[in-house]
């Protein structure tokens, strides 16, 4: 087999390249590109001559591959690449990929990228007698570059990329860590700390601390609160400046050992809600009123062992005895506490004189007693919730209407003993009145929403459902008077018809919530309310409207 000639384009010394078999055969020009249209991200090269620089070196190695004889792997590969046996072929082929990646695409150049352009084709395997001195034409043999040897996976990615991609938060200023920190809560915010010195730094920074939130039945709140209190007070020993919320709703394992830790260490503690932690008890409670002055939000409700708020014997003996003016507790939640009775809202009273927000919803023990006790300290109510207190009757509505315009919510929801009388009283005090909730008093007729439309006609929210006695009549006063209702329920009134509801609709452009579940009301009325109040929502039992 005779090799073909290889001139390099600048030398013009010749190369020496064994000939193609018939398979590999191409036309003149196929796949041929000219010289400046390279192909972006791919290197050519040319095969010139060897590193010896003669052209008698070149012959000699010409030479020794027709004999099989190769002094380099590079001629090896290549006079194994022409061999026109397939088994032999096969076999080199395999051994031809344990060496170099490299050296391999050197040797075993493309068929497609050698391009002879004005060489005679190859015929029934054998290639033309053309001497070197015959060839008149410059075949240029074109080959790749090894791959990189880079990871294409997409899910695998360099340690550098990785380290690019981890680093983007770090480069964040403080100041934009810090605000995203704000939104974690306690347990979180813990973590983080744990990351690295920066985080851990920015973690306790102060202003992230004004607030402790830890929600979960079975965390250890007291000595999750005795090891954060210690760690916030080692700028200012044995106190935390900063804290002014714990909310530790729902933790059933707080005790009173949490709530001393508390009082203890956060002497500007502003708000405090310990919902559902039936633990704790009236002496905790006592010490976190009398140590924390500036106390104004406090909700123990469902805490079944709190009777009453107050300070403690101590601290009432340094006081003087207008003592009861030095608790500032503004808003006071004790819903479910059963065991809450007169002489506990007696002393309630007396204590917490700046009371705004008073919520006694279940507070079963309560009577018409302890209201006339609140109503000659608190006077500055604003809201005000008895629901589910069946002792409190009319006599309780004539003491609650001496706050007169100051009241603005009221809450008597399934109050049986409550009639037209107790309505009487509180709409002809609390004109000022917005929301009233009265669902299930049953003793409400059409005459006590008479008498709340015509003087309560700012009013904005009605609950007046599952009383039986209110019929279209007590809607027409209220379309009539009350233009400015957003929200109205009608649950269970068995006396309303669809004829009430279009009354309201006409006249209430601005309802935004109906609830008339339960009700003989037809599609047609439904409706309507819905073509004039096109924001309300309607809440119904009525299959055929949708």
């Not at 507790?329 to 204590?351: Q, R, W």
């Not at 007693?369 to 009757?393: A, H, K, N, P, Q």
Request: glycine content about 6%; aromatic content about 6%; proline content about 5%.
């Amino acid at each position: 087999m005779r090799p073909v000639p290889l001139r390099n384009r600048k030398s013009r010394k010749a190369l020496f390249l064994p000939s193609l078999p018939p398979s590999l055969a191409l036309a003149p020009g196929a796949n041929q590109k000219p010289w400046g249209q390279r192909e972006q991200g791919q290197e050519w090269s040319l095969l010139s001559e060897g590193r010896k620089g003669s052209a008698a070196a070149a012959t000699e190695a010409g030479g020794q591959a027709r004999q099989g004889k190769g002094s380099s792997s590079i001629s090896s590969d290549v006079s194994s690449s022409t061999d026109h046996t397939p088994t032999k072929t096969q076999r080199n082929a395999a051994t031809s990929e344990d060496s170099d990646l490299s050296m391999r695409t050197l040797s075993t150049p493309s068929p497609a990228l050698i391009c002879p352009p004005n060489s005679h084709s190859l015929q029934n395997g054998k290639s033309s007698s053309t001497s070197s001195s015959s060839v008149t034409g410059e075949t240029i043999a074109m080959v790749h570059s090894p791959p990189p040897t880079r990871l294409t996976h997409p899910l695998i990615r360099s340690a550098s990329q990785l380290q690019k991609e981890q680093a983007n938060i770090n480069r964040l200023p403080d100041q934009s860590v810090i605000q995203i920190f704000s939104f974690l809560p306690t347990n979180q915010l813990c973590r983080c700390a744990r990351v690295c010195r920066r985080w851990y730094n920015l973690a306790w920074d102060p202003r992230l601390w004004r607030t402790i939130r830890l929600m979960g039945e079975t965390i250890n709140v007291d000595r999750a609160l005795k090891v954060l209190t210690r760690r916030l007070c080692q700028d200012t020993p044995n106190v935390c400046l900063m804290l002014e919320t714990v909310i530790v709703s729902g933790c059933r394992r707080l005790t009173d050992r949490g709530l001393y830790t508390i009082a203890q260490y956060c002497p500007e503690l502003r708000q405090l809600e310990v919902s559902g932690c039936y633990n704790i008890s009236n002496e905790a409670v006592f010490d976190v009123v009398s140590l924390c002055p500036n106390l104004e939000h406090l909700d123990v409700s469902g805490c079944s062992k709190v009777t009453c708020i107050s300070l403690t014997r101590e601290a009432s003996i340094k006081l003087s005895p207008m003592h009861g003016k030095q608790i500032s507790i503004c808003y006071l939640d004790m819903s479910d506490c059963f065991v809450l009775e007169d002489e506990g809202l007696h002393t309630i009273a007396a204590h917490c004189t700046q009371l705004t927000h008073l919520y006694l919803r279940r507070c079963i023990r309560i009577t018409d007693e302890g209201l006339r006790y609140l109503m000659i300290y608190c006077t500055f109510i604003r809201e005000l919730s008895v629901s589910d207190c069946r002792f409190v009757s009319d006599f309780g509505m004539r003491e609650i209407a001496k706050l007169e315009s100051r009241l603005r919510y009221l809450s008597i929801a399934h109050c049986a003993r409550i009639t037209d009388v107790g309505i009487r009283y509180i709409t002809k005090y609390c004109s000022k009145l917005r929301y009233l909730n009265a669902r299930g008093c049953e003793g409400i007729t059409d005459h006590g929403v008479e008498y709340l439309a015509k003087n309560c006609t700012k009013l904005k929210s009605l609950d007046i459902g599952k009383c039986p006695l209110v019929s279209n009549i007590g809607l027409e006063f209220l379309a009539l008077n009350c233009f400015n209702l957003k929200r109205l329920s009608l649950k269970s009134c068995e006396s309303i018809t669809g004829q009430g509801l279009q009354i309201v609709a006409a006249n209430c452009f601005d309802l935004q919530m109906l609830n008339v579940q339960d009700c003989e009301i037809s599609v047609e009325a439904l409706r309507f309310v819905k073509r004039h109040c096109k924001r309300c929502i309607i809440e119904h039992t009525n299959p055929a409207f949708f």
